[in-house]
């Protein structure tokens, strides 16, 4: 049991290992309960939804918590490593920074620190589930500072983008697409608001940069020979603005063509520096938002975001190493300074 704990690349391996796909966390939570259970830490496992549980625990008080997600976007890809990467599906978003958490507070329990709690939540992918349901856990009274970890090549995020997620639908006649002219294509109309929204320009502030969009999916129609009755699409900004702005801008390109419903919307966020360690700013979106209960919120963690979600995602060994031990230098700084 102590070689997994000494040992980040196995541990970052073994997580790896047990898919965990948005939606079916369960297992990887399992395990990890377990895991830290038998290392002795206080244990919670908490239903976000019906079986999938945010994991929270703790040996002390947890004045201070190391937390991420543990669910992935598809599709699974087991691990592999070579002397420099560990490759798989999380290997940086985000089971590596898991392995690097456990690793990092079980080290700092050994030099006498156990005020340091984790919390891994389920659903980061999607909608924030999991962050949401941890934020009401009454833990959180305790805690006075809270390290998210995403890929951030280990250096402290001082601002993330929000992110707005919607899908546009379109609605079309139907009938003979060899006559188009007495009729309306939903696919044509899709398209043509997807033409325009691409080349809008969209709210943007100087820290954040501009706001980007991408259209993730596109779906619609019944037949080639069919003039389409409906079609749809969904897609996700990536805030550098409130997202009230976005989305106010969304609604005057797109006009009456289509209908628009909101799927999450998550605002940008100003972050904490500390010391001399390096800074960036990242433009994907977070749980913090939607962990305000547990005080002062950080972003820090191992790996590149170049590398997330990629067919080959890995991680670089020596980036987990050194993640380690950030961890813990942080985590010593900020005791230092409450």
Known sequence: MSDVFTDVFALARRLIDIPSVSGDEGAVMAEVARLLERRGYRVESVDAVPGRPNVFAAVGEPRIVLSTHLDTVPPFVPSTENAEHIYGRGATDAKGIAAAQMVAADALRKDGLEDVGLLFVVDEEVASVGARAANRHPWAASCRYLINGEPTENQLAVAAKGSLQVEIRTTGTGGHAAYPERGRSAVHELLAVLDELRRADWPSEEVFGKTTLNIGKISGGSAPNVLAPEAHALMQFRCAADTDRVLTRLREVVGTRASIEVGSATPPMR??????????????????????????????????????????ERIAKADLVAGVARYIGLVRSLFTST
């Open 271 to 312: 972050l904490k520096a500390m010391g001399d360690l390096p800074t960036c700013v990242v433009a994907y979106t977070t749980d913090i938002p939607h962990l305000s209960a547990w005080g002062t919120p950080l972003l820090f963690g191992p790996g590149s975001i170049a590398d997330a979600h990629m067919p080959n």
